[in-house]
């Protein structure tokens, strides 16, 4: 055969595998992809380096958010123009099949990408079986590349949804940038701690969601939320915070749901490092002062059981657990990062308003303009 039928073969072969890897990722090794490749080595960097020069937050997940649809739209265009490549090589090494001839590779790879792209061209004509089955074959692949590119997205927008909606509860919890203590005392505030194990199972089913969604399709990780103050790797480390802060100050708690999130949530953050092969760095430890600001509030939310230098202790283990893996992580996603002690002047913005007690028969309740 020729050489230029089997480079062909090869490269239709290849295109077809990273098709179906990346329509239907199940069993099959990510080496020689092409979508891989084109979205962390190629496309990724520019974009991280244009937004790490903007300081504003607004404009940097702008920025950011084009990254995606950028990256979707690039692959597709990848894909098609392979597929024309490797359709022209063999229509090339079959020249003497054509009326006319074709007479160069670059009249092949035209004639080629007018039968995928179905525009049909008759200034050459098929003559044998073989060429003519090509044609067809030409223009079949490229409706699947279109079919598999419509389905993606659908499966795509799908997953976004249901994972920003927990970002959205999360963030009204714990405020935007989120903060573990201030998930924690907006339900201690709203007298709905007995409802925690309840939101960590939520959260559990959440993580699982996640790892199976954006494993199986990468550049959901890409996608920005609407808050750009937020996102669900920011979300993800709220929650992580709260429940090493719940756990370590009151060991004895039952929070079977809240172990098995922390569980779940840190193999999450380690597939990613691992996905992304990324470098870890060490575990930084909180500062004195730092950490009893964080015991005082928690205490004030009647969560401690524990000496505050018991529960340091454990926090620090507890966090270490994934800390490194998310810190990694928010560095290569450029996303906002979880704050430790902050939450107060976001969380609690729109909380429910306090409501006085006592009131006798017949006096007048004044409007509560917080309600407003």
């Given amino acids: 055969m020729n050489i230029l039928f089997l480079l062909g073969l090869a490269m ?4 077809l595998r990273d098709v179906f890897h990346s329509a239907v990722p199940r069993g099959m090794s990510m080496r020689f992809s092409i979508a891989p490749f084109l979205v962390r080595t190629i496309l990724w960097a520019p974009f991280f380096y244009i937004a790490s020069k903007v300081k504003s937050p607004i404009w940097k997940a702008e920025i950011l958010g084009l990254f995606p649809p950028t990256a979707i739209l690039t692959v597709l265009a990848a894909w098609t123009y392979s597929l024309i490549a490797g359709i022209g090589l063999i229509s090339f090494s079959l020249a003497s099949e054509y009326s006319p001839p074709l007479d160069s590779l670059h ?34 692949f490229g409706m699947i590349l279109t079919a598999s590119m419509v389905s993606l997205m659908f499966t795509l927008v799908s997953s976004i949804q249901r994972r920003e909606v927990l970002v959205s509860l999360i963030s009204s919890a714990a ?4 903060s573990g203590v201030a998930l924690l005392e907006t339900y201690s505030r709203m007298k709905g701690t007995e409802f925690l194990p309840a939101f960590f199972d939520e959260c559990h089913h959440w993580c699982a969601d996640v790892l199976e969604t954006h494993l199986a ?14 996102s669900w790797l920011t979300a993800l480390g709220a929650v992580l915070d709260s429940i090493a802060l719940m756990v370590s100050a009151d060991p004895e708690r039952d929070c079977f749901s809240a172990r098995r999130t922390y569980q779940i949530g840190c193999k999450l953050m380690k597939e990613f490092v691992s996905l992304f092969k990324l470098t870890l760095s060490e575990c930084e430890e909180i500062g004195d002062d730092e950490f ?7 205490q004030s939310a009647g969560y401690v059981a524990n000496s505050e230098e018991a529960t340091r202790a454990n926090f620090k283990l507890l966090r270490c657990g994934y800390l490194a893996d998310y810190r990694a992580l928010s560095q290569y996603l450029a996303v906002p990062v979880t704050l430790t002690t902050g939450g107060d002047m976001f969380a609690f913005s729109h909380s429910f308003p306090t409501l006085a007690t006592g009131a006798t028969k017949g006096q007048q309740c004044e409007p509560v303009d917080s309600c407003c």
């Fill in 175 to 178: 405020g935007s940038p989120p």
């Fill in 12 to 15: 239709i072969l290849l295109l």
């Fill in 107 to 140: 009249t092949a790879i035209y004639f080629t990408g007018s039968a995928v792209l179905t525009l049909g061209s008759s200034e050459y004509l098929p003559q044998t079986q073989g060429v003519r089955f090509l044609m067809v074959a030409g223009a079949f």
């Fill in 292 to 298: 009893h600001q964080l015991y005082l509030r928690l």
């Fill in 217 to 230: 399709f990468p550049i959901l990780s890409y996608f920005r939320s609407n808050d750009p103050f937020t």
